[in-house]
């Protein structure tokens, strides 16, 4: 789900100079929107019970169970800590227990031991105050208090960090500034967030204009993103971001080299431009699992999923796609979808998360899955692709 997870949010604030009184965390059941996470290969999911399962490849210890082997069925992560978020990109994942605490795992973004960059069981990353978000980078991660303050940690060597230098952090650091967050969404090697008041400030790489500031240069500190508008849901793929305004629209900007913006060009947008119109979403998972050729999904209001860009190994959820996206080079092309698609057999979906060539989708609180299964990231035992969205294996209640 770097995508952004928002669990609590809750802030008093009292007419004594510039003091301020954050509520206490208050532990919370998982919800639909933040019991998914894919990554690059990898996926896992919360229970109900919030017990954490990780199915997919498993060589940098995404998987959590101790070992650095994949899984192709969904195995429980070790410990026993109870959660209520679980967030991943790339080869890493993060997860939020009761008390507020996140744990990681996998190529680890916490950098509490940079010469052991592997983690196969999750370690504890150290915050000032009790977190109530998650969302996760490559190699870097950000979480947000229950009074909206962002924090970041992990590596910062295009200021993803957001705290005003490039200087990388082992501990939860926070982000520069005043502006108070709903949620923060994590791509590559950079973050959006969403603000209180609706706007939306990205820090970080800005090659291709994922800040949508109207140019290229990049910031380690929070930057309003180009335009009027006001929105209510962000998401941050690897190089490019959308997000959902309050007038309905989706928009994106940033790279779009397999048409992941789709706006049906593979033009780079510096600002904002309209996606998938027509489509009115709930949400949008743009994928963040370390590629240039990427895509992204919606969850429409009434349940359905659309996907568009990058298609090599059905992640759309769909075959024969026609469109032709021409690859950097110029020389040759690869299958794409401009426009998005409709992911058939799926209806009722309350939660997705976008992986680097597979795509997970919660409905009828089961998870299915569907794209590329070279490592067992589909989740079925199978091993095989699957253009269609198909159970993943095991008895579960999902929220």
Partial sequence: MGKSIRVLSALTIVACGASEIVAPHVPVDPTASTALASGARFSCALTTAGKAYCWGDGLAGQIGDSTYAPKIVPTAIAGAHTYVAIAAASETACALDRSGVVWCWGDDPTQLNPELSLQSVGVSVSAPRPLSSITVGRKFACGIDNGGVAYCWGQNQRGQLGVADTVARSVATRVAGSVRFASVAAGYWHVCGLATNGSIYCWGDNTFGELASGDTAMSATPKQISGNDTYRFISSGSI??????????????????????????QTRRLAPVEAAPGLSFASVHAERANSIFTHTCGVTVAGEVYCWGWNSKT?????????????????????????????????????????????CALAGRQVYCWGDNAYGELGDGSGQ??????????????P
């Avoid at 309905?248 to 049906?264: E, K, M, R, V, Y």
């Avoid at 759309?316 to 040759?332: F, K, P, W």
């Fill in 385 to 398: 692709s699957q253009p269609a969205p198909v159970l993943i294996k095991g008895v579960f209640q999902f």
């Fill in 240 to 265: 490019h971001s959308c997000a959902i305004a309050t007038t309905g629209h989706t928009l994106c900007w940033g790279a779009n080299f397999s048409g992941q913006l789709g706006d049906g060009t």
């Fill in 315 to 359: 992640q759309l959820g769909a075959t024969g796609t026609t469109d032709a996206c021409t690859n950097i080079a110029g020389n040759s092309t690869f299958v794409c979808s401009y426009a998005p698609v409709r992911v058939t057999g799926l209806s009722g979906v309350s939660g997705l998360d976008a992986g680097l060539e597979h795509t």
